[in-house]
């Protein structure tokens, strides 16, 4: 068998993949990352790098907090990958703002500011004036904004080239352009995974491979391989299904030395995002089209005009890039994190959809300690793969399963 050895094998070489990898990796674990294409060349690469719980949340609930949570670590999380491989990831903390164009936005700001304020969290309430002495080009209709200091962002891209070379670094075996195919079980517990390169055994997996994870099938010695979607294996009813949500964006280059705005702008139906290095990110789509990753006419012509909503003068910047990722959505709209109910040995990190930049951090250290330890970190137990059996067993009897969606796209 190629590869045995390994103490864990994490398929998956995007950001929540690469966390996992590394902090595995620092702990003394003998990893090997197994990736289809190239390292963060995905949803990772195509990201806009927001850090932002705060600005659509409607509720504290466990997701709430645990994004928070992976925020808060990213000052030291930065630091310690620059102290790691000499990559600044360009954590920027100027701060986020949701704008108000309506009455019923300013409604709504104003419940958001109640709230917030009265669980402790850091949020300003600004009036128009107010609003556009922080960013002169914003829209005259601007009725007044949220401003939210801790809201931050990243250069998602260069996170990804910093979690790659912090794992090479710390030890990790990483393959690249090397395809998962299935995960072979014995007696209920996972041992190796096949590839195209062959076979992988391990004494763990973690299955991290983004809008990909239900493509992977797996080989039991009690049936016949099936898709792990709609069901991983006919003995395991908990499995998650993941699916694959594109999202388009538009990259201006803004005058040199004159940005157009300086903090993460939140409104119109969409964002913008100010670049250390120049450009300026406007986003996004919300599509169910499989695994297509096209810039549509469409999506250009809708991201133009949320970004003229919010700052009109980007009509006069040049379009420099466009670009289209798939985010790995499962069917609550939660991350999918901890271990199978069903194989022992199998672990899940994936079903991030829009946040797997924020949840980064998090993700890593948890994930790697409980794959370490055997034991559910109380941060992780919502998001465990168990959740989902009520949902199997309301399918197999005949009943519908609507899933809630804890959050907006904003």
């Known amino acids: 068998m190629e590869g045995s050895g390994a103490d864990v094998v994490v398929v998956g070489g995007g950001v929540a993949g ?107 309430q600004l009036d128009a004036a107010e609003t556009r002495a922080l960013e002169p080009a914003l829209s005259a209709r601007v009725r007044g904004a949220l401003r939210f200091p801790r809201e931050w962002q990243v250069e998602n891209r260069r996170l990804c080239d910093a979690l790659a070379r912090a794992c090479r670094l710390a030890g990790v075996r990483v393959l690249e352009e090397t395809e998962a195919r299935s995960l072979n079980v014995r007696g209920g517990r996972f041992v190796s995974v096949e590839t195209s390169r062959g076979t ?43 699916e694959p949500v594109r999202g388009q964006i538009l990259c201006y280059a803004m005058r040199e030395n004159e940005p157009l705005v300086r ?27 499989g695994f297509d990753k096209s810039v549509t006419e469409e999506g250009r012509r809708a991201i133009r005009l949320c970004a003229e909503g919010i700052a009109p003068a980007s009509a006069d910047l040049k379009i420099t890039g466009e670009w289209a990722g798939l985010r790995p959505r499962a069917e609550d709209d939660l991350p999918v994190l901890g271990a199978s109910a069903g194989i022992e040995n199998l672990f899940y990190a994936t079903g991030h959809y829009r946040n797997g930049i924020l949840l980064a951090p998090l993700t890593g250290a948890l994930v790697a300690e409980m794959v370490m330890s055997g034991a559910t970190p109380a941060p992780l137990a919502p998001f465990s793969p168990a959740r989902f059996i009520a949902a199997r067993r309301a399918e197999s009897e005949g009943s519908c399963f609507t899933p809630k969606l804890h959050r907006k796209n904003f």
């Open 263 to 289: 903090h993460v702008v939140y409104g119109a139906g969409g964002y913008v995002v100010p670049r250390r290095d120049g450009r300026l990110l406007a986003g996004t789509t919300t599509e169910r089209a």
């Open 18 to 124: 690469l966390s996992v990898a590394r902090e595995l990796a620092r702990r003394g674990t003998r990893t090997t990352l197994v990736e289809r294409a190239r390292l963060g060349a995905e949803a990772s690469w195509a990201a806009a790098g927001m850090l932002a719980p705060q600005v659509e949340a409607d509720a504290r609930d466990d997701f709430f907090n645990f994004a928070c949570s992976s925020r808060d670590a990213y000052p030291a999380f930065a630091d310690a990958l620059r102290e790691e491989t000499g990559v600044d990831i360009e954590l920027d903390c100027t701060g986020t703002l949701r704008l108000a164009f309506t009455e019923d936005d300013e409604r709504e700001h104003a419940r958001r500011f109640e709230w917030q304020r009265g669980a402790g969290l850091l949020v300003e």
């Open 200 to 242: 992988f055994g391990a004494g763990a997996v973690v299955v991290a491979c983004g809008a990909w994870s239900s493509l992977l099938t797996i080989e039991t010695d009690a049936a016949p391989p099936s898709p792990l979607a709609p069901v991983l294996d006919a003995n395991v009813e908990h499995s998650p299904r993941i």
